[in-house]
């Protein structure tokens, strides 16, 4: 069942607790969306200050909530990740993540930087525009990041 009319999807969301958390990331797989956002020929990257990947670089991004569209996945975490409005320019690809912490299926979008101050919430402690990619970086985020570049 779909929202209701005027209803918006945070309105209609219950965030899972800590151990329901625990408990799912060891038996399903994740579907997410990351933010690829270039300005002036580098790339927006954020450093991570919790798992999966905790002390990497890697692009902005979200689990897909229930009842939410990737485009509003992505205009959400743009907002609460990076404290801006974007614009989705394009779908760039499916990637998919497997570790130890955690099995992700993430959609990759070009977005453009529409207004608000670029800044980082608590799950990053920093942000750089990167002209190269850096060591130190989430693995699938690095191939979503040359794919897209050499295109």
């Not at 499916?94 to 101050?117: A, C, M, P, Q, W």
Request: charged share 30%.
């Amino acid at each position: 069942m779909g929202l209701k009319k005027g209803q918006t999807h945070s309105s209609s969301f219950k965030k899972s607790t800590e151990n329901e958390y625990r408990i799912f990331r060891k038996h399903f797989v994740f579907s997410c969306v990351d933010i690829l956002l270039i300005k002036d020929g580098s790339v927006l990257l954020t450093k991570r200050t919790i798992n999966p990947h905790k002390g990497s670089w890697h692009l902005p991004g979200s689990i897909i909530r229930k009842n939410e569209t990737m485009k509003q996945t992505v205009r959400r975490t743009a907002k609460k990740e990076l404290n801006i409005n974007v614009k989705i320019k394009k779908y760039i690809g499916t990637y998919e993540n497997l570790n130890s912490f955690r099995h992700d299926i993430s959609h990759g979008f070009l977005v453009s930087h529409i207004s608000g101050k670029i800044k980082t919430d608590f799950q990053s402690i920093e942000l750089r525009f990167f002209k190269k990619i850096p060591k130190n970086m989430v693995p699938h985020h690095k191939k979503m990041i040359k794919k897209f570049l050499k295109s």
